[in-house]
């Protein structure tokens, strides 16, 4: 081998090491993108779980205050349309009758609102939009998750080839997804863009 042509062979050499070493550090970086898309999607999931229940447990609550709100308010015009208006009722009754229509209505008002215990309808269905809201934005953010962590392993495979290949142009391809899979990771954490068919 003549010396400029062994010259020319460690050049070539260290390109090729001075490429592998950049392909690998590209490799780790989008690695751990995917892994903080990954708990991205993970918490997503999580928390629209989480709110669903939620949403459910105060919309069934709100129903059976509503159920019980109504039977209250069917037994009080009960008690004043039928009752209270019987001739044949003794005073001492009819003082017993009308404590406890007091009541009814006191406790029909009562499952209107109560702002003391946020246990009232209104505070009730106010309660479950908020968690149904949550459970929304979340089931919103996970999709632009799932095609981002696709996008990052597709990216990793690419760049793995371009070392065991020596395909540099590979590498290009792979951090071109690796960035359209970031900037998904980016827009599930902030929804900054609404794109058409995620979710």
Do not use: C
Not at 140 to 157: N, S
């Amino acid at each position: 081998m003549k010396p400029d042509e062994a010259a020319e062979a460690m050049s070539q050499q260290r390109e090729d090491d001075i490429f592998k070493r950049r392909a690998a550090v590209l490799i780790a970086f989008f690695a751990m993108l995917l892994a903080i898309t990954g708990l991205g999607s993970n918490n997503a999931m999580k928390e629209a779980l989480n709110q669903n229940i939620e949403a459910s447990n105060a919309f069934n609550f709100f129903q059976a205050k509503n159920i019980r709100q109504t039977n209250l308010i069917v037994s009080a015009d009960e008690f004043e349309l039928g009752w209270l208006r019987d001739p044949s009722i003794s005073l001492s009754v009819r003082q017993k009758l009308e404590e406890k229509l007091a009541d009814y209505r006191k406790t029909i008002v009562r499952y209107e609102t109560e702002p003391e215990t946020g246990e009232g309808k209104r505070e009730l269905l106010a309660k479950a939009r908020d968690h149904a809201a949550k459970r929304d934005h979340a089931l919103k953010q996970d999709p632009y998750f799932d095609y981002a962590e696709v996008l990052l392993q597709i990216t990793i495979v690419l760049i793995s080839v371009s070392i065991v290949a020596d395909q540099r142009w590979l590498t290009l391809v792979g951090a071109g997804t690796g960035l359209l899979g970031g900037l998904l990771t980016l827009n599930g954490f902030l929804l900054l863009v609404d794109l058409p068919g995620f979710g």
